[in-house]
């Protein structure tokens, strides 16, 4: 299966964005065009949130009101369509990470910072087991499965058909943290280093020894686009759902403190040997 680029996720979301800036452009407000539509002023705002994939017939009714051109018009009835479609991670609703993984499967770039543990990315399945059973003790253990096969199927974006661009930046701390074990620990250090040498693949280290750096806020996933009129967006992760950033403002800043965070690290052959280093210690 092919796990980017036409994402439901990531078409919802442009669509969103245009609609609403026709409306705007209309000037018209959401509480006119539902009264036009004759339905809740809730049901337009939810569609220019992403929140909802709107229907075909409603995106045109929309695009009509607006007094779009019929070329135009059908483009954007034809991503409607698009973001209505099911995608692979659908059997997995009941676990989804809310839109992440549909961003994250539309992504060209995903420049990641972790503190705390591997990325989902890159962990194993003992790794991901561990450490989803102790954030979520509440958790029967099949509930726990669901969610590691889920982040294992994940897994798969980095290797079929045209993968992204992954620079990842650790804190150093992840490497010593055991999460599993010893032996869980050696095996996920030594999937890392397999993984860091792929070529779609940056990764590096901030070492103990550089002190305070600009991560120490937490972690975060800026995850960049092909299509320059799908604008980046910064994920926060929490234990309630996640935060999506997308302002210019908020997304600068975030590219700021990853570049600074990269220059703090070290470069990636030295974190590679870092790696290969305790991996053998291990």
Partial sequence: MTLRRRSPTARRRRLAMELRRLREEAGLTI??????MECSASKISRTE????????????????????????CEELVQIAREARQKAWWHPYSDVALGPYIGLEAAAETIFTYEAL??????????????????ARPDLTPEEIERRVDLRLARQKLLTEGDPPELWLVLDEAVLHRWVGGREVMREQLHHLAAVAERTNVTMQVVPFDSGE????????VI?????PE???????????GGLYLETDQE?????LMFDHLRAAALKPDNALERLVALTKEL
Wanted: charged share 25%.
């Fill in 230 to 240: 799908d604008p980046d967006v910064v994920y926060l992760d929490n234990a309630t």
């Fill in 213 to 220: 750096h600009a991560g120490m806020d937490g972690a975060f």
């Fill in 251 to 255: 997304v600068r800043r975030y590219n």
């Fill in 31 to 36: 509480d006119q065009v539902a009264g036009r």
């Fill in 223 to 227: 995850l960049g686009f092909p299509d």
């Fill in 117 to 134: 543990l591997i990325p989902g990315l890159l962990q194993t399945r003992e790794y991901a087991r561990a450490a989803t059973r102790a």
């Fill in 49 to 72: 949130n992403a929140q909802v994939s709107p229907t075909a017939r409603d995106v045109r009714f929309m695009l009509h009101i607006y007094g779009l051109d019929e070329q135009k």
